[in-house]
């Protein structure tokens, strides 16, 4: 029994993988042909729709169509293949969806987006040493400088491994992150007037507040493990 359980899950890790690189190729690998069709199908609708956007709006508005629409379908299509099929709901997604809801795998796939982005942040302050964050209309420099820049990947490590693990230090050091950006952003708006980099900033800070506060009720207060952050 034991050597069939540890089969079955790594034909559906590798199921997962597979639908990692290419959407709906992990259900075709575990012959789920309808529900292989249908994540082609929404896959292949957010394509087209992000490379509308491109057209329409240019590189950046379709850059942060894929990240708002595309990478969470890709790893909930990605997650849905690593479930062992069921012989019901071919055609829906509603039992991946409640599990993504119960274990607060949304959340989780936050924390990822903030170590993802502490990254990006991390090259672009070497790549550009140059590079001056504004903050409250001015760009601070030298030893201030070095600070303000060093603190945004630096709270997103923290944020990130804090959504990862639900804590609830996580959660109030994100209020307060989205606090200081909220208020940073709307001094540097009434400072340079509209711009539509500080606008598309301020609209999905608000969403995506928004969204973390309503599933606040995921986060714990203390980790189970004594010891353990």
């Known amino acids: 029994m034991a050597a069939v359980d540890q ?34 199908a929404v896959t292949g609708l957010i394509l087209a729709g992000t490379w509308g956007i491109g057209r329409l709006g240019g590189t ?5 169509c894929f990240m708002l629409l595309g990478l969470p379908w890709w790893a909930f299509q990605s997650f849905d293949a690593w479930l062992p099929p069921t012989s019901d709901d071919h055609w829906g997604f509603r039992r ?49 400088g070095l600070l303000a820049k060093g603190q945004s990947p630096t709270l997103h490590i923290l944020i990130g491994y804090g959504f990862l693990r639900l804590r609830r ?5 994100y209020a307060a992150y989205a606090a200081f ?8 708006f009434a ?27 995921c986060f714990t207060a203390r980790s189970p493990d004594p010891g353990k952050l």
Do not use: M
């Open 60 to 64: 950046g508005e379709a850059i942060l």
């Open 169 to 173: 230090w996580g959660l109030l050091l």
């Open 96 to 144: 991946t969806w409640q599990l993504v809801w119960t274990e607060a795998h949304d959340i989780r796939y936050l924390g990822l987006l903030f170590l993802l982005t502490a990254a990006t942040d991390f090259y672009i302050i070497v790549a550009n040493p140059s590079y001056a964050l504004t903050v409250f209309c001015s760009k601070p420099e030298g030893f201030w």
């Open 7 to 40: 089969t079955t899950g790594q034909r559906q890790a590798l199921a997962a993988c597979l639908s990692l690189l290419v959407p709906g190729l992990g259900q075709a690998f575990t012959r789920q042909a309808a529900r292989s069709l249908l994540v082609i």
């Open 181 to 188: 950006g909220f208020l940073n952003a709307s001094v540097n």
């Open 191 to 217: 400072c340079f007037g509209y711009g539509r980099v500080r606008t598309v900033f301020l609209l999905t800070l608000a969403a995506f507040t928004a969204y973390v506060l309503w599933r606040a009720p």
